[in-house]
């Protein structure tokens, strides 16, 4: 075996033991909470980290589930929406198969965008959010609204 070889052998090795993945396109990469059935694909061009985290140069991707712990579902979206002094540029009730959700864009005022998506569980809230430079929002923005709406339950 010559040594482009072993090489070649060795990256791919790493790449299965690390779970790490090249580019994707909508749907052949996707964040996941695997024991609440929930994934969600990430835009064409950024790379999956682990099951639920994604990038893209300097923009990042993250898949979280936190209980709501009595709280109505609208109300701690609400809330957090509006941490670190976030401006909500728009806010959209929406549902997801069987489950109410909530779609927000967020000027946090560090320079970045945040597009968002809640998703009501029952006793808790899984939230995907993406975070895109300024500038690089307008172009970002589209892909990221078609995976948020790609979201997958159950």
Not at 48 to 59: T, V
Not at 129 to 146: G, K, M, T
Request: hydrophobic letters at 45%; one cysteine or more.
């Amino acid at each position: 075996m010559n040594r482009n070889t072993a090489v070649l052998i060795a990256m791919i090795l790493i790449m299965a033991i690390t779970g790490c993945s090249g580019p994707s396109s909508i749907g052949s990469s996707r964040m996941e909470l695997r024991a609440e059935k929930v994934s969600v694909p990430i835009p064409p061009g950024w790379v999956l980290d682990s099951s639920q985290m994604c990038h893209r140069n300097d923009s990042t991707g993250i898949l979280m589930i936190e209980p709501l712990d009595g709280i109505r579902f609208v109300d701690r979206a609400d809330a957090m929406s509006a941490e670190w002094s976030a401006t909500v540029r728009s806010r959209t009730q929406i549902r997801l198969g069987d489950h109410d959700a909530i779609r927000v864009t967020l000027d946090v005022g560090t320079g970045a965008v945040i597009d968002r998506l809640y998703i009501d569980m029952g006793d808790s809230i899984v939230w995907v959010s993406f975070s895109v430079p300024e500038p690089d929002h307008p172009v970002e923005a589209p892909a990221i609204d078609r995976v948020l709406l790609a979201s997958k339950i159950g």
